[in-house]
């Protein structure tokens, strides 16, 4: 058990809605990371926060946003879905503000399995 | 355009012997490597790391090495045993100028470890 807790961990909706995911990072971890990993790819990032701040972007879609509140608890919010949304969505976290600072490894939650129909 | 491949898909090991998972990357920024694991249905379990000052790092059975002129890693297990039947990942972190870059991760390897 990494101590990553992802809610929920399925989740099925139809396109054009909108769904949110719910990461609890680690107890003392700052960083809270999100990952995409689709069909046939390996986990792409997504955007990171750092103590509420954003830290860093990756390929995330404008109709995806997140934050990260003042209890530490992060939200992916995915918007006007598309067939192609559909991934495991993973959160992951680290005490430090990036991986490479104090060698700092990221631990994963075991994902949010979003399918859209 | 990937940072981080691990060219083999897939590795069939018998018990007991050795099992060597590659993995090179493009980026001479990188300079912390980790190696997860990941059992279907689970996130991905962190394993081992290594920074680009070291050349190897050791944690029990598991071994990763660092050639930084090939840019390359890898991790060895020895003995494989068949619960380290997995996807193994190797990821890399950039370090730019002190600001600390995220998580980039390969394609996987599926390791299988025949009993």
């Known amino acids: 058990d990494s101590g990553v807790t992802q809610t929920p961990k399925h989740l099925i909706t139809a396109t054009g809605q909108r769904v949110t995911l719910r990461c609890s990072p680690r107890?003392?971890?700052?960083?809270v990371y999100w990952y995409q990993q689709s069909l046939d790819q390996g986990l792409q990032f997504l955007i990171q926060?750092?103590?509420?701040?954003?830290?860093a972007k990756g390929n995330i879609l404008e109709r995806f946003s997140a934050q990260q509140f003042p209890d530490l608890h992060s939200e992916l919010n995915l918007s006007s879905l598309e067939l192609g949304d559909s991934a495991l969505y993973f959160c992951?976290?680290?005490?430090?503000?990036?991986?490479?600072?104090?060698?700092?490894?990221?631990?994963f939650g075991n994902g949010t399995r979003l399918t859209v129909t | 355009d990937q940072q981080v491949k691990q060219n083999s898909p897939s590795l069939s090991v018998q018990e007991g012997r050795i099992s060597i998972l590659n993995c090179d990357y493009t980026?001479?920024?990188?300079?912390?490597f980790l190696w997860y694991k990941k059992y279907p249905a689970e996130g991905p379990t962190f394993l081992i790391s290594i920074s680009s000052i070291k050349d190897k790092n050791e944690d029990g059975r598991f071994t990763v090495f660092l050639n930084k002129s090939a840019k390359h890693l890898s991790l060895h297990i020895v003995p494989s045993q068949p619960g380290d039947s997995a996807v193994y990942f190797c990821?890399?972190?950039?370090?730019?100028?002190?600001?600390?870059?995220?998580?980039?991760f390969g394609k996987g390897t599926k390791l299988s470890v025949k009993p």
């Open positions: 990821a890399a972190s950039p370090n730019y100028g002190g600001s600390q870059g995220n998580l980039i």
């Open positions: 980026n001479s920024m990188f300079d912390y």
């Open positions: 107890s003392g971890d700052l960083s």
């Open positions: 926060y750092y103590n509420g701040e954003e830290r």
């Open positions: 992951a976290s680290s005490v430090a503000e990036g991986p490479g600072l104090y060698n700092s490894p990221l631990h």
